[in-house]
């Protein structure tokens, strides 16, 4: 098997900002010893909150940080005594980046970038506007960059990550700050575009559950710095979660906490709907949810639909983590 990205032990770690009393800042440990192999031809997801590392491993991978321990390599090559080598294979777009000079033109700024690449100027130009064409900036390729609605300068970012032909393309969020239309026009492409290049790898980091489901062929749950699973989606969610999954919808309730007191109930979760709660439920299996029933009657809930859901991705997460992602974001170091 060749493998695209290889880890060893990866740790990477620095200095909090100083503060009165700690002038030399505190040690934060971002990576603490990431061992991961992704093969070539993999679309491979790396699933976690803010804070928890992804960003971190991603700048190691394409030589923008360097690591305080261990090693890595890219297509083969050591990303710190072969930095320039690694470069000339890869390419990354950020989400949410606005790289670039607004006085140029859509065309303008994706050549300029293109030189970079050392990419003659005839290849760069047909490169760019078939690019432009799929993911439906042709008509605004003469358009300052200043004038783009934030859906249209990501998918220019993106434009800009494949116009080298990358063997190794990183996405670090692509679609974060998108609206749900550009996000699934995003998505659409990348799907695309490694389907048309074979021997072409994906690394993407996302903390949408959706995104990672829909896109990736293996996962990486990152947490803490600490890869906690790996796998590919529906295995993680058959061997990663446990227990049985029910959604309820009832007349409005105040709060239904009271529920995780009830015996087989692993969690629960509620939100408010229009003029209704639902109450999503982790039991320990399928027969506790005799009980939640009977308690819901016992206090005059009338309860309004009731399904069994398989386990998702964000059911994995909470198992492995102990709350959700956007829980755990709120949480994560600024």
Known sequence: MTLAIETQDLVRTYRSKRMPGNPQGAAVVALDGITLDVPREEFFGLLGPNGAGKTTLIKVLVTLLLPSAGRAKVSGLDVVTQAQQVRERISMVSGGEHSGYGLLTVREQLWMFSQFYGIPTKIALARIDELLKVVGLFEERNRRVSALSTGMRQKMNLVRGLVPDPEILFLDEP??????????????????????????????????????????????????????????????????????????????????????????????????????TEIKLQLADDGAIAGVVKALADHDRRILSLQKEEPSLEDVFVRLVGQRIEEADQGAPR
Do not use: N
Not at 185 to 203: F, N, Q
Not at 219 to 247: C, M, N, Q, W
């Open 175 to 276: 679609t974060v700050g998108l609206d749900v239309g550009a996000a699934r026009d995003v998505r659409a492409y990348i799907k695309e575009w490694i389907r048309g290049k074979p021997g072409r790898t994906i690394l993407l980091t996302t903390h949408y559950m959706h995104e990672a489901e829909e896109l990736c062929d293996r996962v990486a749950i990152i947490h803490k710095g600490r890869i906690i699973a790996a796998d590919a989606p529906e295995a993680l969610k058959r061997s990663g979660t446990g227990g049985s999954y029910f959604v309820l919808t009832t007349e409005p309730m105040d709060g239904a906490v009271w529920l995780s007191s009830l015996a087989g109930v692993q969690r629960v979760d509620t939100r408010a709907l229009d003029g209704r």
